[in-house]
Nanobody, 111 residues
Framework: QVQLMESGGGLVQAGGSLRLSCAAS????????MGWDRQAPGKQREWVAR???????NYADSVKGRFTISRDNAKNTVYLQMNSLKPEDTAVYYC?????WGQGTQVTVSS
């Protein structure tokens, strides 16, 4: 049974940092596409970051330069380091270890 366990969400002031983690079990980890999406209240879900098996990354323009996605294949974990957080980053963040999605973790940024 595949499980994706997200952690690291919470409440932070604007300008602060959080690191999200997504630990995968029950899946062969390594060659999968991985990433993070988010959904803010009343808005459509949007993609945030992707990391490919070779290590290359893509970011949405809204987070470029502030967020960093990384993966640790030995720990079956994908991370999202979020710096310089803004209130508009408030959302539920979902991790992707293709083709599976996590349940989401809440990130709230206060102004």
């Amino acid at each position: 049974q595949v499980q994706l366990m997200e952690s690291g969400g919470g409440l932070v002031q604007a300008g602060g940092s959080l690191r999200l983690s997504c630990a995968a079990s029950g899946i062969r980890f390594g060659s999968n596409l991985m990433g993070w999406d988010r959904q803010a209240p009343g808005k459509q879900r949007e993609w945030v970051a992707r990391i490919f098996s070779g290590g290359s990354t893509n970011y949405a323009d809204s987070v470029k330069g502030r967020f960093t996605i990384s993966r640790d294949n030995a720990k079956n974990t994908v991370y999202l380091q979020m710096n310089s957080l803004k209130p508009e980053d408030t959302a539920v963040y979902y991790c992707l270890v293709a083709p599976y999605w996590g349940q989401g973790t809440q990130v709230t940024v206060s102004s």
